[in-house]
């Protein structure tokens, strides 16, 4: 099979390659605009296409479609402090995709779409994600939809990497209030499987909530961390407005702030997503969170591996 991912460099991405070629898939052709993180994947694994694309712009790399088995729609733009990157990378993108998928007639797409779509909060990302399921859903395509919610895994670049990268580096980490917000973050090798589960045995027109079994308190997520990376930092519980403002101020210096007061919000806001059976539903058994850490941050091959922003 000729399969193709667009957004193919990121967490996802990178931790699907691995569990595409180990299910013995070669064909693969990853489109991707981030050229740090492309080179990581090409090193890795040689054997595979990998070419720089612009998504959101026409041009040659829609020529990869071309008697394509199969397409994993998994570009995005998660964090920014503009609204102009969420429109360019999460809706005009999947335009310009979906414009490809259909004019090569590719006969089967599995798009990665978010938990956040049934999300309470009301965010830039929110927004645009949404807007990028109808997007889909209107094209016309043959396709299955998959809502994560938070992920974590090998190539973290954000959430719980670089939640682990400062802890080492810094003596204090900081936990907005006090910490007790329910999580479901769910493992990317996890959901790599059910991916691949979906290209082997295509469920068009159907949308699966994918959450991650286990309900953690982020203050307990952090505290796993720490275990698992042996990290020093003391854990110290500051009050939510002062750590609303301190985000503020980061985005006025970074303009791709790891963590934004947005997010922050979506921390806090209480949602809690619907757990189906997916381990029946797809065969794929699912990994201990405690196991999950221990295997992000201590793989000999692939724990050190950090992809940039």
């Excluded at 967490?11 to 050229?35: E, P």
């Excluded at 999947?94 to 798009?111: G, S």
């Excluded at 934004?260 to 794929?284: C, M, N, R, S, Y």
Aim: proline residues 6%; aromatic residues 10%; glycine residues 6%.
């Amino acid at each position: 099979m000729k399969i193709i991912l667009p957004g193919g460099a990121g967490l996802v991405g990178q931790n699907l390659v691995s569990a595409l070629k180990g299910r013995d898939y070669h064909n693969i052709v990853v489109l991707d605009k981030h050229t740090a993180n492309l080179a990581i994947l090409k090193q890795m694994h040689p054997d595979i296409t990998v070419e720089y694309a612009d998504l959101a712009e026409a041009g040659s790399w829609s020529d990869h479609f071309a008697q394509a088995d199969a397409v994993v729609m998994l570009q995005a733009q998660i964090g920014a402090a503009t609204l102009e990157p969420f429109i360019r990378n999460n809706i005009i993108s999947t335009e310009q995709v979906l414009a490809a998928i259909k004019q090569h007639k590719v006969p089967y797409t599995v798009h990665i779409s978010s938990s956040v779509v049934k999300s309470v909060a009301e965010d830039d990302y929110t927004r645009t994600k949404r807007d990028q399921e109808d997007l889909v859903r209107g094209s016309g395509i043959s396709h299955t939809m998959l809502r994560p919610t938070l992920m974590f895994g090998w190539f973290d670049r954000k959430h719980l990497g670089w939640l682990s990268r400062f802890m080492r580096r810094m003596p204090v980490f900081p936990v907005p209030g006090h910490g007790r917000y329910m999580r479901q973050p769910l493992y990317a090798r996890d959901f790599c499987n059910i991916i691949v589960r979906c290209i082997e045995n295509p469920m068009p027109g159907q949308a699966f909530n994918i959450t991650g079994l286990e309900k953690i308190d982020y203050i307990d997520m952090i505290r796993q961390i720490k275990r698992a990376t042996g990290a020093k930092a003391a854990i110290l519980c500051i009050p939510y407005g002062l750590f609303f403002v301190l985000l503020r101020l980061w985005a006025i210096f970074d303009r791709n702030p790891p963590f934004t007061a947005d997010q922050l919000k979506a921390l806090v806001a209480h949602d809690e997503f619907e757990v189906i059976d997916w381990p029946k539903i797809f065969g794929v058994a699912p990994t201990p969170f405690a196991t999950a850490v221990h295997e992000t941050f201590n793989d000999p091959t692939y724990g050190k591996i950090v992809l940039e922003f």
